[in-house]
């Protein structure tokens, strides 16, 4: 059956096929103009859950690399500490071979003994190292100082270490222990520093205390080594987010993101269509019998 | 057939091309009108007389035309069609509005929108992990922890407002049905007075049409028609407009949204009320609606069904609630065995209590409320650990990530709510499609087309003028039978 025609049906049809059109159109623009293709879920339902999976993940990424920048400085500061302490006993290894010189004066030996309890002092600082605000070598302690004056370790101990968290299953520890790289109390570097110096004051030989100072000086060396172990790590943590923050940011722009060159012709095509449909709007709307007869 | 017949024949010719041409003029006047239906004026030629006598003058010939009536063109199946897929469309416009108004308050997927909040609050946690002596950690967990309770509480109460917003259009919208129910019923009454009377109501049936196509939009109504041209109007089987009487409907059930979304967490549970449309002069009887925006708006108010199918505001409520116990409950379960930062020379902190509470007599997501008050209350440490331990914090950041987090609940309900809304504006779309094609259908049939009636004004002119000269023609035969005969010689 061939429907009836008349002026209203053209005119809803018309009305309705421009509705269309420039909905079309404003739904194109949207998108053009905020770049996304997904602006509410219901445009697509599966993507926007994975775009909120995607961005929370760059949050995760973005806070596993502040964890990695602030890990970073901790072992930067416990390494360049441990550096300058192996600097400090070896000096105090030299002063003490010399000490063994059994023709040394009295006031010589002074000297000996003021200058290795001075490097007691700069090895206790070193110790007693800070970032901002924490003992590197004491772990969660918040006693302030890593060792008191009676070279007492008032860090916590080893079960709790100070770890930053730098992926979903990674946690590098950024302290160091200060009882195992110093020692405590009576069998600590410095009492043995003081050690030597009361040795040298009385005119004894301290030389057999070398041993002693070697041990330390082992001790310090394998904590300088462990911590750079673990700046390796650190190092390949921060690779690794990197490359996935790349990854996570271009898998994010697949989907949402339109592609600029299709949407644009999209455009062009529906302006097009639009301008047709509105030439023929024109023209179907305009005449009438009544145009023709006399 | 008498001598002066022929000019009965050409007058009743005059008067009924007149009278066509009037309707033509009507039609034409309305070709805009909404609801009008095309207007023919009947004309039927008018039989000799037939009965056979000795004297009879009859030589066959008929009596000339005359209208009989004005039929109005319009098709019951195809109104019938009409109001059935208006019905339907608009059932379920009502319903994807509201699930799109829904999903654009959600403000998800956005820079701004509570996925990130919770990601940033989690952040926060394992900032404060790593600097737990760090007062300025804290107060930034404080913050953003807050800011997550205070969105959570905004969009439940969002989801509040839209549901009185709709429960306040669906009462008014009851009230215009109500309204057009009597408006029929009124010119159901004039009408069958005009057609009693001899007269044409096309017109009024017209406007009585459109109401009814109204009511059909508004509580999903069907007519059916009487012999004597009035029509009854039914909603779930019963009469809406019952000749010349209208019964009311009236809203019930839930007038609060608390109401409507129950208390499961109550002992014993408080099931959600619905609400519901009902006879107002029989109110334990339901409308029973099946169509319509008002049942589209019912739907959207009913209360949640425990499996994730009842109304959509308070599901999406039900899940904020969800999203809201589970993240106090995670936070707390971690929070309560920690202890917090000591204050030197302590070397051991205090125990944290709940750091998420609940407002009682609130639904959670409202009543959800940061409970610490300064940093320093925030426990950080696992117990027995250090005194600036982290790893009760760490732990907390990593909720987030963890499965059943309260990230996760909240990605379920964005997906769910965006899924639905996409699939009820697909079938709204489709339904709209059928409803503008049964709609377009009965225009072709009803509309006024102007070159048809331009036509038709020219057939009924030039019918016009054919009898006056058929009247001219007669007269001058008349005068040459009266004025010209029998004077021969004269």
Same mark, same amino acid.
């Given at each position: ?14 009305? /309705? =096929? ?7 159109? !404003? ?5 053009? #103009?905020? %770049?996304? @293709? ?120 080893? /079960? =709790? ?7 979903? !299953? ?5 302290? #160091?222990? %200060?009882? @195992? ?114 | ?490």
């Amino acid at each position: 059956m061939i429907p009836r025609v008349t002026h209203q049906t053209i005119q809803r049809q018309t009305l /309705a =096929n421009l509705q269309n059109n420039l909905s079309a159109m !404003a739904a194109l623009q949207a998108q053009m #103009s905020s %770049g996304k @293709k997904i602006n509410v879920p219901s445009d697509d339902p599966a993507a926007a859950s994975d775009v909120l999976r995607l961005r929370s993940d760059q949050r995760v990424l973005a806070q596993y690399a502040r964890n990695v920048s602030d890990g970073n400085s901790w072992l930067t500061t416990v390494d360049s500490a441990l550096n300058s302490s192996l600097t400090i006993l070896r000096r105090a290894r030299d002063l003490t071979v010399q000490g063994g010189d059994g023709a040394l004066g009295p006031d010589s030996r002074e000297a000996l003994a003021t200058e290795i309890e001075g490097l007691r002092e700069a090895l206790l600082d070193q110790a007693n190292t800070t970032y901002v605000g924490r003992t590197v070598f004491a772990g969660t302690s918040n006693a302030g100082r890593a060792f008191d004056d009676t070279y007492t370790f008032t860090g916590s101990p080893t /079960a =709790n270490p100070v770890e930053r968290r730098v992926g979903a !299953a990674q946690n590098i520890r950024v302290d #160091s222990d %200060g009882a @195992k790289v110093f020692g405590e109390g009576a069998g600590s570097v410095f009492a043995l520093l003081d050690d030597i110096a009361t040795t040298l004051r009385a005119g004894g030989d301290p030389t057999d205390r070398l041993d002693d100072i070697d041990v330390h000086m082992s001790n310090m060396l394998q904590e300088v080594s462990s911590v750079g172990a673990r700046q390796n790590q650190m190092d390949r943590a921060n690779a690794a987010i990197t490359d996935t923050k790349l990854t996570v940011t271009t898998q994010l722009s697949g989907i949402e993101d339109i592609d600029l060159a299709e949407v644009i012709l999209e455009l062009q095509t529906q302006e097009v269509t639009y301008k047709g449909a509105l030439g023929a709007a024109a023209r179907v709307l305009q005449p009438s019998l009544l145009d023709f007869l006399r | 057939m008498s001598t002066f017949s022929g000019l009965g024949t050409a007058l009743s010719s005059l008067i009924a091309q007149r009278m066509a041409l009037d309707v033509a003029g009507q039609n034409i006047a309305n070709v805009n009108t909404p609801g009008y239906t095309r207007q023919r004026a009947d004309m039927t030629s008018i039989a000799g007389t037939v009965v056979p006598s000795m004297f009879s003058t009859n030589d066959g010939v008929g009596n000339g035309v005359q209208i009989t009536g004005i039929s109005r063109l319009g098709d019951l199946f195809l109104d019938t069609r009409v109001r059935t897929e208006t019905a339907g469309a608009s059932f379920l416009s009502a319903r994807a509005s509201a699930y799109t108004t829904l999903e654009a308050g959600l403000g998800e997927p956005g820079e701004t929108g509570l996925a990130n909040q919770l990601s940033d609050m989690w952040n926060a946690w394992q900032d404060l992990a790593n600097t737990p002596d760090k007062t300025s950690a804290g107060a930034v967990v404080l913050e953003n922890s807050r800011a997550v309770a205070d969105r959570i509480a905004t969009l439940y109460s969002n989801v509040r407002t839209q549901w009185d917003q709709s429960r306040a259009s669906t009462v008014a919208l009851v009230a215009e049905a109500n309204a057009a129910a009597a408006n029929v019923a009124d010119l159901n009454a004039r009408i069958l007075q005009i057609q009693n009377s001899g007269g044409s109501a096309n017109e009024l049936m017209d406007q009585r049409d459109l109401l009814v196509t109204q009511l059909s939009s508004l509580v999903g109504a069907s007519a059916s028609y009487r012999e004597d041209g009035q029509v009854d109007v039914l909603v779930g089987g019963n009469a809406l407009v019952s000749g010349a009487r209208s019964h009311a409907l009236a809203v019930q059930g839930a007038t609060s949204f608390a109401a409507a979304t129950g208390d499961a967490d109550a002992v014993p549970p408080v099931p959600g009320q619905s609400v519901t449309v009902v006879w107002a002069e029989n109110p334990g009887l339901g409308a029973g609606l099946d169509g319509g925006e008002v049942a589209g708006l019912l739907t959207v108010l009913a209360p949640p069904d425990g499996t994730g199918n009842g109304g959509a505001l308070t599901e999406a409520a039900a899940s904020l609630d969800d999203l809201a116990t589970a993240l106090a409950t995670q936070v707390n379960a971690l929070h309560n065995g920690a202890r917090t930062v000591p204050v030197p020379p302590a070397t051991v902190g205090d125990l944290g209590g709940d750091f998420f509470s609940f407002d009682a007599g609130q639904p959670p997501a409202l009543g959800l409320r940061v409970a610490i008050e300064t940093p320093a209350d925030i426990a950080v440490a696992a117990d027995g650990a250090g005194a600036l331990d982290g790893s009760v914090a760490k732990a907390i950041g990593d909720l987030g990530k963890a499965a059943g987090s309260p990230d996760s609940l909240w990605s379920k309900t964005v997906v769910d709510i965006g899924s639905r809304t996409a699939s009820l504006t697909a079938r709204a779309k489709v339904a709209e499609v059928a409803r503008a094609a049964a709609e377009s259908q009965q225009l072709a049939q009803a509309s006024v087309n102007e070159d048809e009636e331009t036509i038709n004004m020219l057939a009924f002119q030039r019918g016009y003028e054919a009898a006056s000269r058929v009247l001219t023609s007669i007269d001058e035969m008349l005068d040459t039978l009266i004025n010209r005969t029998g004077i021969v010689g004269r």
